[in-house]
């Protein structure tokens, strides 16, 4: 098969391990950086244009798209499908998945177990916002952070507002989570490729740290996961619509709760924890499934 990798770092671990893993199994690979496409969006015939030349007889396409450039990435990505090449992951779903309010409104509509959470602009009444998510202390989040920027835990009632208060005159949109003090600063992260999960690890933050992301010190290890989480991470997977993704879990008093679906989960964290060659795992899922138009949306979402 050819296979495109839509990504800016042919260099980034999780794009050099599938280039190899695609390579070892005998595909043809090229890594595309999206910023550099253009296209013609006005012919019948979509094409894409990349140094030059005319992009287009890919079977499929795997995307690696940063969430500082989901707008145009997914653009890009939405080209291909229109070209009826197979997207490992279709436009809509990353999209989706990259709206954090809005992935959680989906998963809730579904019943997935979630931490209770608030979420707002500009709240008049601070106080009522809290009590709706069970009071202090309280997860309060910057909707646009990732790994773990943006993320603060206010252990008291007034600590939570004034937290509030600043984030307010940020003009930021917020989410307050209920703090899930018996997950101890550990999540986990399963892998799911194609409705299973195909690993699971552990991080744990370090010593005092709340957060378990790697880029704020934490560390990854194995982990075996109850039949009950990786359930919880297939129906996160299967609502928002991913064939790979990473759900994030955190082990409550009430179950597993999903904190987060990361359409581009990276690789390096979760092949050295578990020792599994996903890269490869996720080269012989497009094997199975890469047929043209294969997409439920054809780009159109
Ligand atoms: P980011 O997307 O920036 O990584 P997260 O929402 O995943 O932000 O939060 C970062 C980390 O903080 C999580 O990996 C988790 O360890 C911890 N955390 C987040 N929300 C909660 C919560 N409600 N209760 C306890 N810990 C939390």
Redesign the pocket.
Known sequence: MKIAILSRGPRLYSTRRLVEAAQARGHEVEVIDALRCYMNITSNHPQIHYKGRILGDFDAIIPRIGASITFYGTAVLRQFEMMGVYPLNESVAISRSRD?LRSLQLLSRKGVGL?VSGFAHSPDDVDDLLKTVGGAPV?I?LLE???????V?AETHSAASSVIQAFNGLKANILV?????E?K???IRCFVVGGKVIAAMK?Q?KEGE????LHQGGSASLIRITPEERATAIRAAKIMGLNVCGV?L?RSNHGPVV??VNSSPGLEGIEGATSKDVAGIIIQFIEKNAKRNNTSTKGQG
């Open positions: 954090k931490p997860v989040k952070g990732t790994q773990g920027v943006g993320v835990l989570q209920e703090f899930i003090k997950a600063g550990a999540d991080r933050g709340f957060r378990s992301n994030d955190l904190m987060e």
